[in-house]
């Protein structure tokens, strides 16, 4: 690698030193009025590409020098106005292709600096990939293990067990689900912020997505002895709310909500979820009794992993508010929460409505 830097360093001087003597040549053995010294722009391009900063800065030097010693040498016509405007003229050519190829260089500089950066954020982003692939495989493995073997026992396979023992593995196994959830949760932000969210979309109906979610969630909060209520603006008939979205997703929504406001209710109190119609959206409002919001978090709370100041929360991870968030962005629409007075808050989103 050394003798092969130095054998092109040599070339390249040997190559400038061959166009400085073919110019100077031309230069002194013709009267002044006949400029040569453009052709000094073929040493200068040749420094920029080869040779240092430093080196292209000599090169043009020498080469603006050289064309304005012609006018005197070798002396043998007197020098005209028109003369040395060309002379002039050649000089700008000089310096601004000298400053061009400068200009060049950084931004070729620029550009490899850039694609190595892409390449090394590309490679980081497989290994993220990769890591986080295996961690969730690895993470999931073990507990789907141990929830095959919680129904198993369960199951008696092991022997009769006694109710206490059942209410203890009913607890374990919503604990060992919940941890599934948290890591595909994981998985999916992930996947959401590297990617964007994909969506399925096609007409829906809010309240039939609600109805399934909080049937779903009934043992959860009979668990929590919280009561589910489900409400549809002022009319006592049942309406539809129909919406262009993906099920799967707006069904992670509603959960979401719900199951915060479960975990955040005391024991005895309610959980409600109101659909109306507000212009040309419609909107989802779940109230719960809980200890309601500091002001100040609420601009924070939708953020991936924050934790307020609150106990309310410190019980939960965050994730599922911003994966929230995520999903209803991806649909056209917003997401907010209230706090309420004298206790509780107030969780909401807004779809814009199918025409």
């Known amino acids: 690698m050394i003798v092969l830097a130095m054998t092109t360093w040599t070339r390249s001087h040997w190559l400038l030193l061959a166009v400085f003597s073919t110019v100077i040549t031309l230069e002194y053995s013709t009267p002044p ?47 005209s106005f028109v003369t040395v405007v ?22 070729e500089t620029a550009i490899i600096r850039q694609k190595i950066q892409i390449t090394n954020q590309n490679q980081l982003t497989k290994v993220r990939e990769d890591f986080i692939s295996t961690l969730t495989h690895d993470l999931k493995t073990p507990l789907l293990g141990a929830i095959e073997t919680l129904k198993a026992w369960e199951a008696e396979q092991f022997g009769r067990i006694t109710q206490a023992q ?32 994909q969506l399925n979309q096609q007409p829906v109906d809010l309240l039939e997505i609600a109805e399934e ?44 909500l719900i199951t915060n406001g479960i975990n955040h209710s ?25 200890q309601g919001i500091d002001p100040h978090e609420l601009p924070h709370l939708f953020e991936r992993f924050y934790q307020g100041y609150s106990n ?8 599922g508010l911003y994966l929230s968030r995520q999903i209803i962005a991806a649909h056209g629409g917003k997401i907010w929460a209230e706090p309420r007075s004298p206790q509780g808050a107030m969780f909401a989103f807004s779809l814009p409505r199918l025409p």
């Open 33 to 79: 009025p006949y400029v040569f010294g453009y052709l000094y722009i073929g040493a200068v391009l040749l420094a920029s590409k080869k040779l240092s900063q430093k080196a292209v800065f000599w090169v043009t030097g020498t080469a603006v020098g050289l064309t304005l010693l012609n006018l005197w040498i070798p002396g043998t016509e007197s020098i």
């Open 166 to 197: 059942k209410r203890v593995i009913a607890i374990m196994n919503r604990s060992h689900q919940m941890m599934i959830q948290l890591v595909e949760t994981l998985m999916d932000i992930y996947h959401n912020d590297m990617e964007g969210l």
């Open 213 to 256: 979610v909080m049937l779903q969630l009934a043992s959860l909060a009979a668990s929590r002895q919280i009561n589910l209520y489900l409400k549809q603006g002022d009319s006592d008939f049942r309406q539809t709310y129909r919406v262009y979205g993906d099920t799967f997703q707006l069904q992670r929504v509603f959960s979401n």
């Open 312 to 319: 309310r929360q410190a019980k939960g991870t965050g994730l």
């Open 266 to 290: 005391l024991k005895g109190g309610k959980v409600e979820v109101l659909i109306h119609i507000k212009s040309n959206e419609y909107q989802v409002e779940i109230f719960d009794q809980g």
């Open 86 to 107: 060309n002379r002039i003229i050649t000089i700008l050519a000089l310096i601004i292709t000298a400053w061009l190829s400068d200009r060049l260089r950084e931004y």
